[in-house]
C-alpha cells in the first residue's frame, strides 16, 4: 500500500496551492478518503473527507469555503484544492485512507507534505 502526497510548498497568505494524492496496492474506489493536517506542536486534525465515490464530503469549519476535495477513482487519486490561505494553514498534510470490511477496519496514511503560508 502507497499514498504518496505531492504539491506543498511555500505560498503567500491569500495564496493557493493544490495538495495531490496518488494511491496504489489496495482497492481504491472502496475507500474514503480524508486529508489531516498537523501543525508543530498540535494534534492531527482532520481537514477533509469524501465518500468512496465522490459524493459525499465534509469539511473542518476552519476551511469550509476556502478548500475543496476531488477524487478520480480512474486515476487513484485525491485532491485537495487549497485558497485563500491563512498563516494558520501551514503544517504537515497527509493524505488517508479508510475502510470498514467484515469488521475490519483498514487505514493507511502518506509520509505528509509541507505547506507553509508565509509573506
Known amino acids: 500500500v502507497q499514498l504518496v502526497e505531492s504539491g506543498g510548498g511555500l505560498v503567500q497568505p491569500g495564496g493557493s496551492l493544490r495538495l495531490s494524492c496518488a494511491a496504489s496496492?489496495?482497492?481504491?474506489?472502496?475507500?474514503?478518503m480524508s486529508w489531516y493536517r498537523q501543525a508543530p506542536g498540535k494534534e492531527r486534525e482532520l481537514v477533509a473527507v469524501i465518500s468512496s465515490v465522490g459524493v459525499r464530503t465534509n469539511y473542518a469549519d476552519s476551511v469550509k469555503g476556502r478548500f475543496t476535495i476531488s477524487r478520480d477513482n480512474a486515476k487513484n487519486m485525491v485532491f485537495l484544492q487549497m485558497n485563500s490561505l491563512k498563516p494558520e494553514d501551514a503544517a504537515v498534510y497527509y493524505c488517508?485512507?479508510?475502510?470498514?470490511?467484515?469488521?475490519?477496519?483498514?487505514?493507511?496514511w502518506g509520509q505528509g507534505t509541507q505547506v507553509t503560508v508565509s509573506s
Open positions: 496496492g489496495f482497492p481504491f474506489s472502496s475507500y474514503y
Open positions: 488517508n485512507a479508510g475502510a470498514v470490511v467484515a469488521g475490519w477496519e483498514y487505514n493507511y
